[in-house]
């Protein structure tokens, strides 16, 4: 079993930064890849970022060159660094942990983007 919690949402002007976290704990011996999504309001939850365990690293498009997602093993902490934030990153963003026996979402944190 993996716990899974999220931090660092806010509110931000366009062109700002956030940092989001994301924690895990429990079997974390299992995990490989980490991940983010976001998602809006009558929409499917799209991919964001992922890191493996040795720090490959996978953006989707609209977040590349902006977003940076960074790992600390010791910690099982998972880092996502927003810069250049654009009003349509507004989102709930969630963390994934994807493992053989089953995935793990977080609970979400907000993160509003104003124009």
């Known amino acids: 079993q993996v716990h899974v919690v999220e931090s660092g949402g806010g509110l931000v002007q366009a062109g700002g930064s956030l940092r989001l976290s994301c924690a895990a704990s429990g079997s974390t011996f299992s995990i490989n890849v980490i991940g983010w999504y976001r998602q809006t309001p009558g929409k499917q939850r799209d991919f964001v970022a992922s890191i493996s365990r040795v720090g490959i690293t996978i953006y989707g498009d609209s977040v590349k060159g902006r977003f940076t997602i960074s790992r600390d093993n010791v910690k099982n902490t998972v880092y996502l660094q927003m810069n250049s934030l654009k009003p349509e990153d507004t989102a709930v963003y969630y963390c994934?942990?994807?493992?053989?026996?089953?995935?793990?979402w977080g609970q979400g944190t907000q993160v509003t983007v104003a124009s």
């Open positions: 994934h942990i994807p493992t053989r026996g089953a995935e793990y």
